[in-house]
Each structure stands twice: as C-alpha cells, then as structure tokens.
C-alpha cells in the first residue's frame, strides 16, 4: 500500500491510515466508542497531540480544508473506511455561512496556511493577519496552536537536548519549516534567519 507525507506535519501516511510514521517512528493506533455513538474512532498521539486517524488520512492525500468550516465526511457513510478516496471535506451539518463578530467570511485556503504560519512566526499579531485574510482573530489563533505553539513545545526540547550551536541552529531550521540548517539560510540569508532565531528563542 502506497504512503505519502502530510502537507504540513512531518508525517508519512498509507492509504487507508493503517500506518502512520512521525518523524521515523511508526505510532500506536489507539481505539475507543464515545457513548453516544454505535462506532469506534481511531486516534493517534505524537508532538503532544490527539489527532484523528481519519482526519490525518484525508489531509494528506486529498489535501487540507479549504476553510475552518469544514469538517470530515465519508462517502459509504461508514465509519470504519478511511481510505482516502472515501473521504472529503464538506460543510459542517446544513449549508450555511459563518461570519465573524467582524462579519467577515473565514475564508482561510490549504495553500496560504505556509505563509500565514510563517508571519505568525515572525511576530506579527494575529489582528493584523487576520484583516489581510478577511478572517478573525479566532481562526488565526487556532492556526497558531495547531501549527505553531505545540510544535514551540518540541523545539523547546530540541533545544535544551542539542550539544552545540549548530544542532541548536539546526531545531530551529526544522521548527521554520527547513530540513536543513542550509535551507533555512538560504531562504532568508544568514542574518535574518540569525535575528529569527533570537525572536522566536525569547518566546521559549
């Protein structure tokens, strides 16, 4: 069965998310049957994290949701098939719009999470992000949890782990999205990844 990695997330996913690889190591599937339901949901638990084994599955191989609206569907309307090709994103519950207390649309696209969470990196106040977007602070913020802060906490660890400026350099590169410390300085040029670096350590 064919896998392929997460858009976002260091992460290898197969077909159907019966395999599912973060950072090298395979994880434990994990089961249980909410009360209310006659089914059983898949979990998995990495970076500090309970995430959906279907949810995973979906973004991965069909792509993140176009907008925080959206939430995960089956075709067959079984919840035991997660193959990917029986999953898609879909508005939650009746077709309807939701508006901000700003009434504005939260139109956030899969393609502009790269940019929004590099700018949330960087420090800029997630007001500011969010009228670029025509969204609200809210939708920014729950960005920033999921892409952001939780990962803050592994790179803490990184950090205190590493025996030498350069594996320090390279938790940071790796936190900015970068296999390489190379990468990361090539991108933004030796200074500024040097001035990101000591931002972003401030926050830690």
């Not at 090298?24 to 249980?32: A, D």
């Not at 700018?119 to 997630?126: F, N, P, Q, S, Y």
């Not at 007001?127 to 920014?140: E, G, H, L, P, R």
Request: charged fraction near 30%.
């Amino acid at each position: 069965m064919k896998t392929k990695k997460h858009p976002i997330l260091d992460l290898i996913v197969n077909e159907n998310g019966t395999l599912l690889i973060f950072k090298g190591k395979e994880l434990s599937i994990k089961t249980y049957k909410p009360s209310r339901y006659n089914y059983i949901i898949k979990q998995v638990n990495f970076g500090g994290r309970t995430q959906g084994v279907a949810k995973l599955v979906c973004e991965t191989w069909n792509g993140m949701r176009d907008d925080f609206s959206q939430s995960l569907h089956r075709k067959d309307k079984d919840p035991s098939n997660d193959h990917y090709t029986n999953l898609y994103w879909d508005i939650r519950g009746k077709v309807r719009t939701i508006r901000t207390k700003r009434n504005k649309l939260s139109q956030i696209k899969k393609s502009e999470l790269p940019t929004i969470i590099k700018r949330i990196v960087a420090g800029e106040t997630l007001k500011n992000i969010a009228n670029n977007y025509n969204t609200s602070d809210m939708s920014i913020s729950r960005i920033k949890k999921r892409f952001v802060t939780d990962p803050k906490m592994k790179l803490k660890e990184a950090v205190m782990a590493a025996k030498n400026k350069y594996q320090r350099s390279q938790a940071y590169a790796n936190y900015l999205g970068f296999k390489t410390q190379s990468e990361a300085i090539s991108n933004y040029g030796k200074y500024k990844f040097q001035l990101l670096i000591n931002k972003i350590a401030i926050t830690l």
